[in-house]
């Protein structure tokens, strides 16, 4: 058997001393992971653009320019937080440069999206309200008599408001859960089921167009719907009545903390609650309830998929580079 020369036996050791730890490979991953999102949400803004340019939509541009706006600087101050955990090596400002970046991620996604949702409902397809309310009676759902009932009691009607406006405030607890227990890789699944769950709630909105109904929170949504049919849209508005997003994001919601029982313990009602509020506040049809529902697991499902093979293949890779 060949013994290796002193030369080569101390090559060998250098290159072992400066070849990537574990940790290191992580955040390599993670990067990628997050770039990919990135080219995604690029690909969305160039068809946002161009869609509306070439549809001649009339938007307040105002609107758009400060979401970017605000974009970058919750961005240029997550990518600071990373230079300063660097040079003081403290996890707390890593933590919270995750949760920067995460967020920025996510509202620059939802901006250029919301151009899409307008473009989808610019198509101007035959409206299917009907259908849906038929579906709702053979499901044994009335949605005015639903609505009278909870009409009838104050504390049911503030409650479940709480409860549908709650929506925001959860995205942006859900981010800073996952950042503080470290683990960037909750947030990326956030980040990517929440990106996956648009796509496709606007997708299906294209080919199922539906107006709803004026919820307890007034019929905005209606007057900024069909405006964006007629190819005229002066604000930012969510739009989509089927599937409805809301229920979508209880799902994922709860899904998110599902490992952390003492905030599941939280986190389960509040968005059971979320999701029944739906019809009433949101002036959805229940059949648009259902399907934001099952939209959420349909993407958790792709989500999880797509990380799966990428958790794989950086297992393949690490494995390698210890074998080689």
């Known amino acids: 058997m060949a013994t290796r020369s002193p030369l080569a036996l101390e090559f060998s050791r250098k290159l072992d001393d400066n070849a990537p730890s574990e940790d290191e490979m992580k955040i390599k991953a993670?990067?990628?992971?997050?770039?990919?999102?990135?080219?995604?949400?690029?690909?969305?803004?160039?068809i946002?653009?161009?869609?509306?340019?070439?549809?001649?939509?009339?938007?307040?541009?105002?609107?758009?320019?400060?979401?970017?706006?605000?974009s970058i600087v919750i961005y240029c101050t997550g990518l600071s937080l990373i230079l300063i955990g660097h040079l003081r090596k403290s996890p707390a400002f890593f933590a919270a440069s995750d949760f920067f970046c995460s967020v920025s991620q996510i509202w620059t996604f939802l901006v250029f999206a919301a151009g899409v949702q307008y473009i989808a409902a610019a198509h101007n397809l035959p409206l299917v309200d009907e259908f849906f309310l038929r579906a709702d009676k053979a499901l044994g759902f009335d949605w005015d008599a639903y609505n009278r009932w909870i009409a009838t009691s104050t504390h049911v009607n503030t409650l479940l408001i709480f409860g549908y406006n709650s929506f925001y405030i959860q995205m942006f607890a859900i981010g800073l859960i996952h950042s503080a227990r470290q683990k960037s890789d909750g947030n990326a699944e956030f980040a990517w089921c929440y990106m996956t769950m648009l796509l496709l709630v606007?997708?299906?909105?294209?080919?199922?167009?539906?107006?709803?109904?004026?919820?307890?929170?007034?019929?905005?949504?209606i007057e900024v719907f069909l405006a964006a049919r007629k190819g005229m849209v002066s604000d930012i508005a969510g739009i989509i009545s089927f599937p409805s997003f809301h229920a979508a994001m209880g799902t994922l919601f709860i899904y998110s903390v599902r490992t952390i029982r003492p905030l599941l313990a939280i986190f389960l009602p509040l968005n059971v609650l979320l999701i029944l509020a739906t019809p009433p506040c949101g002036g959805h049809y229940l059949v648009d309830t259902l399907a934001g529902i099952a939209v959420a697991f349909l993407a958790i499902s792709l989500v999880r998929q797509f990380q799966m093979r990428q958790a794989s293949a950086a297992e393949y890779y690490l494995y390698h580079t210890d074998t080689a």
């Open 30 to 46: 993670f990067s990628k992971d997050a770039g990919y999102r990135w080219l995604l949400t690029m690909l969305v803004a160039i």
């Open 202 to 221: 606007i997708a299906i909105s294209a080919i199922a167009p539906a107006m709803g109904r004026p919820g307890m929170l007034g019929n905005h949504h």
């Open 48 to 70: 946002s653009i161009t869609g509306l340019s070439r549809m001649n939509f009339m938007l307040e541009m105002k609107t758009v320019q400060f979401g970017i706006q605000l």
